[in-house]
């Protein structure tokens, strides 16, 4: 059986092969109709590659056709499969000026045609698992070669390859599992066939009177054909067995694309909140962003402030040096004065006394003397009021100069504070902005997962709707294993009818052969 099934070609009848001719014959008529109108509408509109393709499969198709009507239907069959599989594999390659995913279901269409012929003309597993092997190679290489460096997200482009992949594999697994249990049945329908023609031949010896074919070799034959429709009954059994599973796994398919369309909406409704969100977000922060920015503008100018108050400070600590560097002066001035002050006191002294040993004629230089020592007591109060003053203001200088040593330090520390407020609200802007982009990113993939989330979705409807295709198919299978059933039985059936009958001819046999003896003894008895 196995082996039928690798080389059905060779193994078909006569008539099943001049029906594949004939067919072949008509598909041939067709193409070579076709082509040269296809030829002269690319090459008129420019397009040179679909025009060289055509030409070339144009003259591989005649030379199929002159085999054919040769009467080698092995060889055209192969030549015909063979350059509609080459012509569809170069016209999958090209993508036009705009190539879009939703193109592989294109060349799923291209290789499932070419698989199709190959099932229809010349069946082999070697042959379709070659044509498989390269429409897959020839889906990833469209892909990664084409689709990719057009600028399509890498995420669409498997997204959507393996959705294709998925539909060419089973579309792949019905043709080929429908060609091959269809071929293994009809091989085993046709043996059983041709030793049912033996059997009936031999009964038609029988039929004919010959009764030389004895009746325990016609049970025998009937007894096989028996069997045999028992093990067609069996075969049948088997296919419907698996025909129900497939059912079974294509329904099984069609509720898990059910549930993944239900996802793929909930995920559509959950990347709608998702964008809401992230869009009230990224509007936060970019007020964030603005409110930081007015901070550290409103900053910068204290800063502006700080230092000036600090240069300001240092003119004033510059002065207040300048003044102690005066007080000294004031003060040795002040010593002087206070030195003159009792130089003047010792004076006035000194002319009292010569005044009052003059008497009378020294009266008016001792009124003088009087007035110099007042103007020197007077002086000499003086400059100990303005050396105590000074002291006091030298006490208050230095209290000033310690206080803007101080304020000094606190304008530093305050500067600081500012920079290290400037520098955290510098990162806070680089942050936001950091998250800004983020965000702007996750919009772009959340757009970008919702558009896969589409192709998705129109990718599980295109499944489903394989996959009702795929039970209709299913179902008329099954009627035809209904009807092949029925017709086993009714085979059956006319087996006990014939084996009735050569029982029946068994009876009258062994009567003939009795009557033959009694009519032998009597005669001899009237001889």
Do not use: C, W
């Not at 000194?350 to 040993?357: G, T, W």
């Not at 009021?385 to 203001?393: N, S, T």
């Not at 209904?482 to 009735?500: C, H, P």
């Amino acid at each position: 059986m196995k082996a039928a099934t690798f080389n059905n070609t060779s193994s078909i009848s006569e008539q099943e092969r001049a029906r594949k001719a004939g067919l072949l014959r008509r598909v041939l008529v067709l193409i070579l109709v076709v082509l040269p109108i296809a030829f002269i509408s690319d090459f008129l509109t420019g397009d040179l590659v679909n025009s060289a393709f055509e030409a070339s499969v144009f003259v591989a198709m005649a030379v199929a056709f002159f085999i054919l009507q040769r009467g080698n239907y092995v060889l055209a069959s192969r030549i015909t499969i063979l350059a509609a599989g080459i012509l569809l594999l170069l016209m999958s390659m090209v993508t036009g000026d705009n190539p879009v995913t939703s193109q592989l279901f294109r060349n799923i269409a291209y290789y499932t045609l070419v698989l199709a012929l190959a099932v229809l003309f010349n069946f082999t597993l070697l042959t379709a698992y070659i044509i498989v092997g390269t429409g897959t190679l020839g889906l990833i290489a469209f892909s990664f070669g084409l689709l990719l460096p057009a600028g399509i997200a890498l995420g669409a482009i498997l997204n959507q390859l393996v959705v294709s992949l998925v539909i060419y594999g089973l579309l792949s697994y019905f043709l080929i599992m429908g060609a091959s249990i269809s071929n293994q049945f009809y091989t085993e329908l046709e043996r059983e066939r041709n030793k049912l023609s033996a059997k009936m031949d031999k009964l038609n010896l029988v039929a004919l009177g010959n009764l030389s074919v004895r009746m325990d070799e016609i049970r025998s034959l009937v007894a096989d054909a028996g069997a045999a429709i028992a093990k067609i009954e069996g075969q049948i059994h088997n296919l419907e067995k698996n025909t129900n599973e497939s059912t079974m796994a294509a329904e099984l398919i069609a509720d898990r694309i059910t549930g993944l369309n239900q996802s793929i909406e909930n995920e559509s409704a959950a990347q709608i909140e998702s964008s809401a969100s992230i869009n009230e977000m990224v509007a936060s922060i970019r007020n964030v962003a603005e409110s930081a920015a007015r901070r550290r503008t409103a900053l910068e100018k204290l800063t502006g402030t700080t230092d000036s108050g600090m240069q300001r400070l240092d003119s004033l600590l510059g002065y207040i040096s300048k003044i102690e560097g005066s007080i000294g002066s004031i003060q040795q001035m002040v010593a002087v004065i206070n030195s003159i002050a009792s130089s003047t006191n010792l004076l006035s002294m000194n002319a009292a006394i010569e005044a009052a040993h003059a008497g009378d004629a020294g009266r008016g230089f001792a009124v003088v003397a009087d007035e110099i020592r007042n103007l020197a007591d007077t002086t000499g109060k003086n400059a100990k009021e303005i050396g105590r003053q000074l002291k006091e203001v030298i006490q208050i200088i230095k209290t000033a100069a310690e206080e803007s040593d101080t304020t000094r330090a606190a304008f530093q520390e305050i500067r600081r504070e500012i920079d290290s407020v400037i520098d955290a609200f510098n990162e806070i802007s680089t942050a936001t902005e950091e998250l800004a982009e983020g965000g702007r990113q996750i919009l772009e993939a959340l757009r970008t997962l919702s558009e896969m989330s589409g192709e998705l979705k129109s990718s599980g409807a295109e499944i489903a709707a394989a996959q009702k295709n795929v039970e209709t198919l299913q179902n008329k299978t099954r009627s035809v294993l209904v009807g092949l059933r029925q017709d086993a039985q009714l085979i059956k059936k006319n087996d006990e009818a014939i084996l009735v009958s050569v029982n029946e001819v068994a009876r009258l046999s062994e009567e003939s052969k009795a009557n033959a003896l009694a009519l032998h003894e009597a005669s001899r008895e009237l001889q």
